[in-house]
């Protein structure tokens, strides 16, 4: 509606860059601090204390707007969901394929595919084998595709009316524009996250 708008006013749709930027900010903050899984290790009886706390020191070291390696983000990644999987009660299964190629000429913004993941581990059901979180990663130097799969939640009326999802979409707005695309999908049975970035 409001492209017809402004086809008749002659005028094109302003990103407001001070709004996206905070939103960058705070999607980041959000994986950086994930206040579902500090609320876990809270209660937690803190078996695995040291592993939570050189996870978190390793995210405090990152900067939001300095890039690093994909070698770096997913690290990050595995050691999220061994971490996760410590605190998280009724614990949850995992299947990871990655076949993403040249590792090493990619850079991406830290935490960029986290809140994908730990959307799925605070929302989804994937503690039968039949159903675990399903993360398939693959691109090129180019282009980065990854997808989430996971067990709804049939509490949840919408399974990704979320802050972190919302804010993610901001961040994705402001630091790759129209290089992107973020499909959410969801049936009776799974939901699934498809991001595409070109680099």
């Known amino acids: 509606m409001s492209s017809i708008i402004n086809r008749f006013l002659g005028k094109k749709s302003v990103r407001n860059e001070e709004l996206l ?9 959000n994986s950086q601090l994930d206040s579902f899984l500090l609320d876990h290790f809270i209660r937690s009886d ?3 204390a040291e592993e939570y706390y050189t996870f978190q020191e390793q995210l405090l070291k990152l900067q939001v707007d300095r890039l690093e390696s994909i070698e770096v983000e997913l690290n990050l990644l595995h ?8 605190f998280v009660p009724d614990g949850f299964l ?3 394929e990655n076949k993403l190629w040249s590792h090493d000429k990619i850079k991406v913004p830290p935490l960029i595919l986290l809140p994908a993941i730990q959307h799925a581990v605070e929302n989804g059901y994937n503690t039968m084998s039949s159903h675990p979180i399903r993360i398939r990663l693959s691109g090129s130097s180019k282009l980065i595709m990854l997808e989430v799969s996971y067990r709804v ?10 802050v972190l999802i919302h804010d993610f979409r901001h961040r994705l707005d402001y630091l790759f524009s129209d290089k992107h695309n973020l499909l959410l999908n969801s049936n009776s049975n ?3 996250i498809t991001l595409t970035i070109h680099l």
């Open 46 to 48: 803190k078996r695995h």
């Open 190 to 192: 799974t939901s699934r």
């Open 153 to 162: 939640n049939h509490y949840l009326e919408n399974q990704f009316n979320s």
């Open 79 to 86: 050691q999220y969901l061994q971490v996760a999987e410590h």
């Open 94 to 96: 995992v299947k990871f």
């Open 21 to 29: 930027a905070l939103a960058n900010r705070l999607s980041f903050r």
